[in-house]
């Protein structure tokens, strides 16, 4: 079983940046492929960007490609969401997820642990 627990959401204004780290624990967080999802109020929890467990593998939404950023320090045991170019529309709650695949996927089917969730909110 992994353990997730997200940081580095904040408030930021329109066309600025914001890293979400998530800190996992569990041996096996190596072995886990990982994602970020995010979820505004009424709507259904969407894909953001997931990472192979080697981290050679990246997918991203269409909504943040060449904006976004993951990557995965498994010393540190540890993933990463670079967030530049920030829009109103990114405001939302973002979620780490782990998997025990090892693969890239957007389905939130795919993963088994989830953290609690970072608050990131874009002014205009």
């Known amino acids: 079983q992994v353990q997730l627990v997200e940081s580095g959401g904040g408030l930021v204004q329109t066309g600025g940046s914001l890293r979400l780290s998530c800190a996992a624990s569990?041996?096996?967080?190596?072995?886990?492929?990982m994602g970020w999802f995010r979820r505004t109020l009424g709507k259904e929890r969407d894909f953001v960007a997931a990472i192979s467990w080697g981290g050679g593998s990246t997918a991203y939404a269409d909504s943040v490609k060449g904006r976004f950023t993951i990557s995965r320090d498994n010393a540190k045991n540890t993933v990463y969401l670079q967030m530049n170019s920030l829009k109103p529309e990114d405001t939302a709650v973002y979620y780490c997820a782990a998997s025990q695949l090892r693969g890239v996927y957007a389905s939130s089917l795919r993963y088994n642990n989830w953290g609690q969730g970072t608050q990131v909110t874009v002014s205009s």
């Open positions: 569990g041996r096996s967080f190596r072995s886990n492929a």
